[in-house]
């Protein structure tokens, strides 16, 4: 079946620096791409998306960046605080109402 | 704008009971409405989702059920819990002009003893 593939599960990085968080799908016929952050006990928020017919998107520090013909997309956050600290989920859309989910990464700001 | 409730917030439930949880979506008409379930430290995985009134897509084979008896309301139900039925439980909805974004509700943490 389709599927998504995320990295790193874990991730540590210093404050102030950048965090990468990759995901890869499956279905080529996938053309939404979201990203969503859950805290602790919380419900998943969505962060930033791209569609397919994006190569790149920014919203302030996080931007996502989108490869159609690898399958592959990615979160990148710059200038990291340690409220950024919380669990990323990509997810890929496959067919009309679903997505497919990533299996999360957690990421840790060290202040 | 739009909110998504759910309820109860929390829920413990011993094994073999009933089980019935409730999300209901204000401010939008006709949407698109999903169940999730997240394991401890798992990710979300797709229970049910529902286009339209009484229409129910099933994704996970189990002893669980969903019903959509209202265009904004969408309710799990379980007839006998079973231990592994212990999770968080996600609502979330997507406006069905635009498919795409969905957006989840505040979960119901469900703990089957």
């Known amino acids: 079946g389709e599927n998504v593939e995320q990295h790193p599960s874990t991730l540590s990085v210093q404050e102030g620096d950048s965090a990468v968080i990759k995901c890869t799908y499956s279905?080529?016929?996938?053309?939404?791409f979201p990203w969503y952050k859950q805290e602790l006990g919380k419900r998943p928020q969505l962060i930033i998306d791209?569609?397919?017919?994006?190569g790149e998107k920014k919203d302030q520090r996080i931007a996502v960046t989108l490869n159609k013909t690898a399958k592959h997309f990615s979160l990148h956050i710059t200038e990291t605080q340690p409220e950024d600290s919380a669990v990323y989920f990509c997810?890929?859309?496959?067919?009309?109402?679903?997505?497919?989910f990533g299996t999360g990464t957690r990421l840790k700001v060290l202040a | 704008s739009q909110t998504i409730h759910q309820w109860p917030a929390t829920l413990v439930q011993p094994v073999g009971s009933p089980l019935s949880l409730e999300c209901t979506v204000e401010?939008?008409?006709?949407?698109?409405l999903y169940w999730y379930r997240q394991a401890a430290g798992r990710g979300l995985q797709l229970l049910f989702y529902?286009?339209?009134?009484?229409?129910i897509s099933s994704e996970v084979p189990q002893n669980l059920s969903a019903s959509r008896p209202q265009d904004r309301q969408f309710i799990l139900s379980s007839k006998k819990l079973l231990l592994s039925d212990s999770g968080f439980y996600l609502c979330?909805?997507?406006?069905?002009?635009?498919?795409?974004?969905?957006?989840f509700g505040p979960g119901t943490r469900l703990t089957v003893t």
């Open positions: 401010g939008t008409s006709n949407p698109n």
């Open positions: 979330a909805w997507s406006s069905g002009t635009d498919l795409y974004e969905q957006y």
């Open positions: 529902s286009v339209g009134i009484g229409q």
């Open positions: 791209i569609r397919s017919n994006v």
């Open positions: 279905d080529s016929a996938s053309n939404y």
């Open positions: 997810a890929a859309t496959s067919g009309t109402y679903k997505y497919i």
